[in-house]
């Protein structure tokens, strides 16, 4: 296992998922177009599938039903992008692009950019429960529940409100206080992300607590990353304006630590992932690989 | 089985609501406590929780698991007051006030707005899946297929997007046009409260196929119910302003039919919904009292 075989393994299940979601979003009907294309716009040609990865890479740890897997992982890319969908509202971060293209609610206006996000929420849970047999409901079930808590008041829609709160507030918020609102808001969807295979497979405990803390490890710094990104990255590798974080004075863990701190924090954030994986020994060099991109990675 | 009877089933249903919802929206923590407020205002004291009672009227059709029946019944509520949450929102209705009350936006800000209805809509597919057993999980899996299918693309959101259309859109909504919208928009997930104890109790395709043109037939009548309201109501039964809906345009069933034809139509409906209720004989007699409450109510 390389990087080159890494970067195969990631395209194709970028691949997969964008073919996934193409079909899962083919609806005809002229009356509610407006919406499909809000959904297309929001899911498409996006991003580097990170979350549909890690439930394709901690199922190849176990045995897995394939349909299962694919299903997961698509439903988590589904609520990844109504995320990013209504955090883009002209009510919330008020962002006009994404991936330097319009966002939902400028293309479409701020009404379909709402309901654009709400039918995503819908469908990751339609799909995700979809053909259930005696054989798999119970681990449908489970991910329903798991993924519900992960997207809601518990998970990202807590970390999103907790944002939200600091940017208000007058004092800086803390350190801790920012990696509590990444853990939530990115965190925890990437985290069942990684434990997902270890509930397909219906692994034991220690598996899937082992996985759980390499996604926790992997999302911070995944946010953290970021953050030195938008700090020290230049436009053309970002695709989107650096800096914007300092301009609004977003508190960032890189504001909270210092650019030379976090370069530390995120090096230890890296070697916990990889800590986090060494049950696995061989078999995990994928997920291993993941986290050496996510620390790495130029935009 | 007499209207007492029902009044007291009614009241009954909407405590049980009620207090489910309490503990499910116990939450303490501080740093979330503008969603969870949120969340509270947005379910909690609200409305006749009719769809409830059909989850629990339908359920008692057949022998149903009680705690899936109570799920289900919070689930479809959370998906109901999400619903209105976000159709609040100034890019949407822009209604400030809903049962005497600000609307969540105007009391908290649009931005824990659209983050309240995101929370309860995965609110609704956590309760709905959790607890679940190698006994039910198949019907939790089917469950939570059928609500999703009915909040997205294909209902709840598909019908508020065309509603959307309809308003802006130059020329008059047709009638069949108005129909499909309230097909979707409302009729969608009362069909399914009124089928999902057909789903619960395991019952057979024809159950559930009676039980859904039954909740089909309501669900218009509660629709062309609400406009006549409108229409003919006072502000002090109904506890918000008549006339709104011609005041703003808005395409309606009493629009396309006048008010003469839609008292028929609505009598037709209440039929229709009876006759669905013919293949369970004496033992539909709650939701056929159901029907009546809805063509008859004055607000």
Same mark, same amino acid.
């Given at each position: 296992m390389n990087e080159d075989n890494f970067k195969a393994e990631l395209a194709k299940v970028a691949n997969k998922v964008e073919n996934s979601l193409k079909v899962a979003l083919n609806d005809q009907d002229q009356s509610t177009l407006e919406l499909i294309e809000g959904m297309r716009l929001a899911?498409?040609?996006? !991003?580097?599938r990170i979350r549909p990865f890690l439930v394709h890479a901690s199922s190849a740890l176990f045995s897995s039903d394939p349909q299962l897997v694919e299903a997961t992982a698509l439903a988590i890319e589904c609520i990844h992008c109504y995320s990013l969908v209504h955090d883009d509202l002209p009510s919330m971060?008020?962002? +006009?692009?994404r991936r330097g293209r319009p966002t939902v609610w400028k293309a479409k206006g701020e009404a379909t950019a709402v309901l654009t996000g709400d039918a995503l929420q819908a469908l990751a849970f339609e799909l995700i429960s979809a053909n259930a047999t005696p054989a798999n409901a119970l681990i449908k079930a489970q991910l329903v529940n798991e993924l519900a808590k992960a997207a809601g008041k518990t998970g990202m829609v807590a970390g999103q409100i907790r944002d939200l709160a600091a940017e208000q507030a007058t004092d800086p918020a803390s350190f801790a206080d920012v990696i509590q609102i990444h853990a939530q808001k990115t965190g925890a969807l990437i985290a069942f992300a990684s434990q997902a295979g270890a509930i397909i497979g219906g692994a034991d405990h220690h598996a899937r607590a082992a996985l759980n803390l390499y996604g926790e490890k992997l999302g911070l710094a995944f946010q953290l990353k970021d953050d030195l990104l938008d700090v020290v990255g230049t436009a053309t590798d970002l695709g989107k304006t650096p800096g914007k974080d300092e301009a609004s004075g977003k508190a960032t863990l890189v504001s909270a630590l210092g650019i030379e701190k976090a370069h530390t924090f995120l090096e230890n954030l890296h070697d916990g992932a990889l800590y986090a994986l060494e049950?696995? !020994? +061989?078999?995990?060099e994928m997920l291993r690989q993941m986290a050496r991109f996510v620390c790495k990675r130029q935009n």
């Amino acid at each position: 296992m390389n990087e080159d075989n890494f970067k195969a393994e990631l395209a194709k299940v970028a691949n997969k998922v964008e073919n996934s979601l193409k079909v899962a979003l083919n609806d005809q009907d002229q009356s509610t177009l407006e919406l499909i294309e809000g959904m297309r716009l929001a899911s498409l040609d996006g !991003g580097k599938r990170i979350r549909p990865f890690l439930v394709h890479a901690s199922s190849a740890l176990f045995s897995s039903d394939p349909q299962l897997v694919e299903a997961t992982a698509l439903a988590i890319e589904c609520i990844h992008c109504y995320s990013l969908v209504h955090d883009d509202l002209p009510s919330m971060d008020n962002d +006009e692009l994404r991936r330097g293209r319009p966002t939902v609610w400028k293309a479409k206006g701020e009404a379909t950019a709402v309901l654009t996000g709400d039918a995503l929420q819908a469908l990751a849970f339609e799909l995700i429960s979809a053909n259930a047999t005696p054989a798999n409901a119970l681990i449908k079930a489970q991910l329903v529940n798991e993924l519900a808590k992960a997207a809601g008041k518990t998970g990202m829609v807590a970390g999103q409100i907790r944002d939200l709160a600091a940017e208000q507030a007058t004092d800086p918020a803390s350190f801790a206080d920012v990696i509590q609102i990444h853990a939530q808001k990115t965190g925890a969807l990437i985290a069942f992300a990684s434990q997902a295979g270890a509930i397909i497979g219906g692994a034991d405990h220690h598996a899937r607590a082992a996985l759980n803390l390499y996604g926790e490890k992997l999302g911070l710094a995944f946010q953290l990353k970021d953050d030195l990104l938008d700090v020290v990255g230049t436009a053309t590798d970002l695709g989107k304006t650096p800096g914007k974080d300092e301009a609004s004075g977003k508190a960032t863990l890189v504001s909270a630590l210092g650019i030379e701190k976090a370069h530390t924090f995120l090096e230890n954030l890296h070697d916990g992932a990889l800590y986090a994986l060494e049950p696995f !020994g +061989e078999r995990a060099e994928m997920l291993r690989q993941m986290a050496r991109f996510v620390c790495k990675r130029q935009n």
